[in-house]
């Protein structure tokens, strides 16, 4: 009755152990998948790019700002020259004013002052069109951020649907670990987590053809014996790499 016991729990404590690491493989392999996703690279650099659009937008209207604050300057000093140009045409026909003297000065002011308002324009014209050329360039930034969003979008939906599909595997093979662990001795499983942590995801590795499956290396005639003749509580480890020897 003992014997048959003992021969169970070998078999559904040290067999199941390999069953349990091919699933911890598969769930290892699943979310590396998510992890070494492409979408997720090129979401990091289209954030970057986009990040740097941005700061190309501030820097242009912080550069495209004294512009418009001397085009509005501009805007009152022309107002106001014709304002002063409309006042003196006024009084100069109105016919309160005769001595040619008068009228010849005020007739001279008009011109000066059509004179400057026309080289107000000028300038007003020039800071108009440099406006412009930034307004050009900010358009084509906008067109290029609202492109490199809809992309962005799209890689998110993309890698939104690989983690969901990781997600669901990766909860089936849970469900599958956790009844493959219930056959594996406490003790055991937890040497096997342990080992499994410090050694890239392996914790146990089959005997095949008398070498070690996790480091390949050919086990010596001491932990051979020492395999025939273990007691299943206590699993043999691999005396290169650690891992739980499973005969
Ligand atoms: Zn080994």
Redesign the pocket.
Known sequence: MLGIVTEETKAGGLGALIGLQEIDTKIVQALYRIEKAPEKEAISLLQTRLVVLDGDLSDLAGRRAPVETKMKELEERIASTSKRISEIDKALYSGTVSASKDLQAMSHEIDQLKSQKSELEDSELELMEAAEVFDQEASAIDEKQSELTQELASLKTALAVTEAEVAAQVAELQLARAERASLVPAAILATYDSIREHEGGVGA?EVVHGA?G????KLSATEMDRLHHMDPEKPVL?E????I?VP
């Open positions: 590795a070690c996790g480091c390949h290396l691999c290169q790499c650690g891992r020897l």
